[in-house]
């Protein structure tokens, strides 16, 4: 009688959530819900979030929201995939490419754009990288063939590559893991006496207290010790 109950006025909240959130949304002209379902679409973004951008979009100067409409509507014609790493850039190549002061036989093997950038703010590194825009997933149906997989392999094997290290910097997860391992097994055997493979090392993050640590990340930590 009590689950029915409980049942009753989870069904009687979940509907008015709902009545609500339709309400709340058919009070809005369409040129605002329009942005904001829009919105809405974007990651991490919730239905509160998206009127309150979308509201915040409405009060921009005209010049300004001119200025980002623009910016949107041009944003998939301008932005192409560099030619060497495969980096965001509206040119061939990348800015990351041109620079010589960048050390051309260092490259970093990154899942995504955004695991490039977190380099590039921390200013840790002075290699090039090489994007290969995803990871060996089987669930999500992505194979070696869906990724920059084959690139890297001919980059590596152009006899004028003056590549001399490799760095395996895909993410420790076991996606991450399975692509590094499928890369390697691909890399093994090129260019024996000149190319280094390398993977980032694992460990206990910056702050962190052991007694809270998962048992793999101590286990890699215990196993990746440095001399002291
Ligand atoms: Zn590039």
């Given at each position: 009688?009590?689950?029915?109950l ?25 040129s605002?819900?329009?942005i ?14 998206a ?20 910016n ?7 932005t ?6 495969f ?28 695991d ?24 999500n ?15 590596i094997?152009d006899q ?7 760095i ?49 990340t ?7 010790r440095?001399?002291f």
């Open positions: 009688m009590n689950y029915l409980v049942g009753l006025v989870t069904l009687v909240v979940l509907v008015g959530l709902i009545v609500g959130s339709i309400k709340l949304m058919s009070s809005l002209p369409n605002l819900k329009n904001s379902l829009f919105l809405e679409r974007l990651p991490g973004i919730g239905e509160k979030t009127n309150r951008l979308a509201f915040f979009l409405l009060n921009l100067p005209d010049e300004d929201l001119k200025e980002f409409a623009e949107v509507a041009t944003l998939k014609l301008k192409k995939l560099c030619k060497k790493c980096n965001f850039t509206e040119d061939e190549t990348c800015e990351i490419c041109n620079d010589q002061k960048r050390d051309q036989s260092v490259t970093c093997v990154v899942e995504t754009v955004l490039l950038l977190s380099f590039e703010q921390g200013r840790i590194y002075n290699g090039v990288y090489h994007v290969l825009h995803g990871k060996i997933d089987p669930l149906r992505m194979g070696p063939e869906d990724i920059k997989i084959r690139e890297l392999i001919s980059k094997k004028k590559s003056k590549i001399k290290e490799i395996l910097a895909t993410n420790p997860d076991m996606e991450g893991e399975a692509t590094a391992m499928y890369i390697k097994s691909k890399l093994t055997g090129l260019r024996v006496n000149e190319l280094k493979i390398t993977r980032l090392a694992y460990g206990l993050p910056m702050g962190a207290n052991l007694e809270y640590a998962d048992y793999m101590l286990k890699k930590a215990i196993e990746g440095n001399k």
